[in-house]
């Protein structure tokens, strides 16, 4: 069983910055992929960033330069620096463990940004 646990999300306005970190612990394997997805009122989830066990990386276009995602193998932790945070940007932010083709979720963080 995998825990992952959220938290730092909140409200900041417009330009502003936040960390969201987020904590995995249980059956973890050494190879596997962490990742920031968001969901905002009345869209699917997508896509923020994720970073693999090797450091490999990869962000959606809307956040690529102001968001930088990194990773704690150590603490099995990912961490998602936002920066020059928009309105847009204003969802629920949730965390995800990737093995072998198998996601667990966290249960989310809102993060709120107001122009």
């Known amino acids: 069983q995998v825990h992952v646990v959220e938290s730092g999300g909140g409200l900041v306005q417009a330009g502003g910055s936040l960390r969201l970190s987020c904590a995995v612990s249980?059956?973890?394997?050494?190879?596997?992929?962490m990742g920031w997805y968001r969901q905002a009122p009345g869209q699917q989830r997508a896509l923020v960033a994720f970073i693999a066990t090797d450091g490999r990386t990869n962000y959606a276009d809307s956040v690529k330069g102001r968001f930088t995602i990194s990773r704690d193998n150590a603490k099995n932790t990912v961490y998602l620096q936002m920066n020059s945070l928009k309105p847009e940007d204003t969802a629920v932010y949730f965390c995800?463990?990737?093995?072998?083709?198998?996601?667990?979720w966290g249960q989310g963080t809102q993060v709120t940004v107001s122009s």
């Open positions: 249980g059956s973890i394997v050494s190879m596997n992929t």
């Open positions: 995800a463990l990737s093995q072998f083709s198998h996601f667990d």
